[in-house]
């Protein structure tokens, strides 16, 4: 893929949806297929989680902000560092809004086929959204 093209992707795929809760891009940059890897302890997902997940964040932090902050691109996979913050705003897991900020950051490696997203991998070592809100 071309600079361009990925950057294209990724603001369809992640930017889009995390910052302004337009989802559209999703269907049309992912294989029907897709397949979402959760953290270690969490369930594997489909499109449809991902979708629920991110209207969850949104609600909650409607100024949720993601920054992709470097890609690497090699073959049929692409690997991005993001960061996102966010303020508490809306109730998040039966914890009411306490306006204070959330900090996460990691890496998504996502694997292609023929230039639409099969499957997505992240990790990080945020402290999780639960730990941020109530210490």
Known sequence: MSPEEISTLLQRFAL?????????????T??????LHGEPGQEAGRLSDLKD????????????????????AQEDRLAYRWTMRGTHQGEFDGIAPTGGAVTFSG????HLQDGRISEDRYESSSPSTQQQLTT
């Open 16 to 28: 889009d949806p995390w910052n302004t809760g337009d989802l559209t891009g999703l269907d049309d």
């Open 30 to 35: 992912t294989t029907e297929d897709y397949f």
């Open 53 to 72: 997940t991110i209207r969850t964040y949104r609600a909650a932090f409607p100024d949720l902000l993601m920054t992709v902050e470097e890609t690497i």
């Open 107 to 110: 890496i998504t490696i996502v």
